[in-house]
Each structure stands twice: as C-alpha cells, then as structure tokens.
C-alpha cells in the first residue's frame, strides 16, 4: 500500500517519488511512496548536538535492511531557508553513500510529544 499522501508535499528526488510533511511541529518526515525509506528529523526544539534522526523505513544507505527498526543515527544539522532545501539537503547526506553512519541510543525526547488519546 503506497504512502498517504493527503496534505503532504509531493516531490521528485533523483526520479523517484516522496512525500515530506511536518508531524505534530516537532518532526520532519520524509518518506517514498513506496514506504521502503522513511524518516523522522527533530525539528523547532534543541534536543542535542548534534540532531539525530529515526529511521523507520527497510531502506537507508550504509544500514542493512533486515535490522530491527527503529535505528537512530546523527546526522547533519539542516540548513537553509525553506523546508524544501531542508528536505533535499537531508535526502542527499541520506543517499550518499559516503556518507559516515553514527549511531546513537534512542533520544530522550522519544515519545515526550506522542499525540494523546
């Protein structure tokens, strides 16, 4: 089943397609249609240095894909002024394959803005 794309922002990156939104203020998600890569940056708040995203998705480069999900590694802090620069700069560090893999324990902020039933 292909990634809800309903309010989300549609978009081309290297001729295959992805979705990107912000969820709940707090994360950028970034996801293919195809669900296989998906990711979770921390956005509006300081949690760290340096920021460490989740991945979720099978898919990322340098991680093999029968590893237990979710995985947290450091990775760059994002620049620029729009979300799409942001968007495409995260998508380039993630899909260059020499790009150093640092992992890291699970952030403390984990589940702190979880939605509330």
Excluded: C
């Excluded at 809800?4 to 295959?16: E, L, M, N, Q, Y």
């Excluded at 249609?33 to 760290?48: H, S």
């Excluded at 760059?76 to 620069?85: D, F, I, N, V």
């Amino acid at each position: 089943m292909p990634a809800r794309t309903k309010g989300r922002a549609k978009f081309d990156f290297r001729g295959r397609p992805f979705i990107w939104w912000v969820d709940a203020d707090y994360y950028l998600r970034i996801a293919s249609l195809d669900k296989k890569f998906i990711t979770a940056y921390p956005m509006g708040i300081e949690w760290g240095d340096p920021p460490v995203i989740e991945v979720i998705g099978s898919e990322f480069p340098g991680l093999d894909a029968s590893e237990s999900r979710p995985i947290w590694i450091v990775a760059p802090r994002l620049s620029g002024e729009s979300m799409g620069a942001k968007v495409d700069q995260l998508l380039a560090w993630s899909f260059n394959p020499a790009h150093e893999l640092i992992r890291s324990d699970a952030p403390p902020f984990i589940g702190q803005f979880a939605k509330q039933d």
